[in-house]
């Protein structure tokens, strides 16, 4: 496995700070094997339960550039969509190219001011265009999906983890994506299938339904009970 992976000890994965020590989404890895990602949480999260990232704004997508940008430029300049972000939102976040000159990149933000409905606005960028810019060019923003991440039930999204403490809104700790879990369960789940987030409660797990929009989460190793939090193993890394 890639020498970046953050070796946690347990000071590490018992720990919450109101600071940020790691970059979002961080690997982290136990010595028994666990797998834990570096997060940013955008709401209480409970011990035991699922949380996973906040929906892309809808509105940040197709947003159209105002200038070239030439191959190696680290900034691209937009009219930001009819929505505000706050300074640095996006920071660890990504750029992407999704229509026009230059499609198909994919470039992490480093920084950028507030962000005003409609306005002139710029991104500055860790990675370097590898094709130049033009103004038939359109580009999404997408936060890095370990920033806020939630309970809600309402979400179809990928990246998150299991808390195996209580977290504070707004704090930053690891979350656990590989590996042996008690996860909260909403419903009964036999030993070996697969289960997803659970529709109704914010933060369980229900067993997997013939749904191809449904995000699986691992597999359980004993059959889950209805307000149990019964071992799983989370197969998100």
Same mark, same amino acid.
């Given at each position: 496995?890639?020498?970046?992976?953050?070796?946690?000890?347990?000071?590490?994965?018992?720990?919450?700070?109101?600071?940020?020590?790691?970059?979002?989404?961080?690997?982290?890895?136990?010595?028994?094997?666990?797998?834990f990602?570096y997060?940013?949480?955008?709401?209480?999260?409970?011990?035991?339960?699922v949380?996973?990232?906040?929906?892309?704004?809808?509105?940040t997508?197709?947003?159209?550039?105002?200038? %070239? %940008?030439?191959?190696?430029?680290t900034?691209?300049?937009?009219?930001?969509?009819?929505?505000?972000?706050?300074?640095? !939102?996006?920071?660890?976040?990504?750029?992407i190219v999704?229509?026009?000159?230059?499609?198909?990149?994919?470039?992490?933000?480093?920084?950028?001011?507030?962000?005003?409905?409609?306005?002139?606005?710029?991104?500055?960028?860790?990675?370097?265009?590898?094709?130049?810019?033009?103004?038939?060019?359109?580009?999404?923003?997408?936060?890095?999906?370990?920033?806020?991440v939630?309970?809600?039930?309402?979400?179809?999204?990928?990246a998150?983890?299991?808390?195996?403490?209580?977290y504070?809104?707004?704090?930053y700790?690891?979350?656990?994506?590989?590996?042996?879990?008690?996860?909260? %369960?909403?419903g009964?789940?036999? %030993?070996?299938?697969?289960?997803?987030y659970?529709?109704?409660?914010?933060?369980?797990?229900?067993v997997?339904?013939n749904?191809?929009t449904?995000?699986?989460?691992?597999?359980?190793?004993?059959?889950? !009970?209805?307000?149990?939090?019964?071992?799983?193993?989370?197969?998100w890394?």
């Amino acid at each position: 496995m890639s020498t970046n992976i953050v070796s946690l000890a347990a000071q590490d994965i018992w720990s919450e700070s109101e600071y940020q020590y790691h970059p979002l989404g961080a690997l982290g890895e136990t010595a028994d094997g666990r797998l834990f990602r570096y997060a940013k949480m955008g709401e209480a999260i409970t011990i035991g339960r699922v949380a996973q990232s906040p929906p892309i704004d809808s509105a940040t997508i197709k947003m159209s550039v105002t200038a %070239a %940008a030439a191959v190696g430029a680290t900034s691209v300049s937009f009219t930001h969509a009819a929505t505000t972000s706050t300074e640095n !939102e996006y920071a660890e976040g990504y750029l992407i190219v999704s229509y026009g000159t230059g499609i198909g990149q994919t470039l992490k933000i480093k920084n950028h001011a507030a962000l005003t409905s409609g306005g002139a606005s710029v991104v500055y960028l860790e990675d370097p265009l590898i094709v130049a810019l033009d103004t038939t060019s359109r580009v999404d923003l997408a936060h890095n999906p370990w920033r806020g991440v939630l309970m809600s039930t309402s979400l179809v999204t990928t990246a998150g983890g299991g808390a195996i403490m209580s977290y504070t809104s707004g704090y930053y700790g690891w979350l656990q994506t590989r590996g042996v879990f008690g996860a909260f %369960a909403d419903g009964v789940a036999a %030993a070996g299938y697969s289960f997803a987030y659970d529709a109704s409660e914010d933060g369980s797990i229900d067993v997997t339904a013939n749904d191809l929009t449904q995000v699986q989460l691992g597999q359980a190793i004993q059959a889950s !009970e209805d307000g149990y939090a019964h071992p799983v193993y989370l197969k998100w890394d």
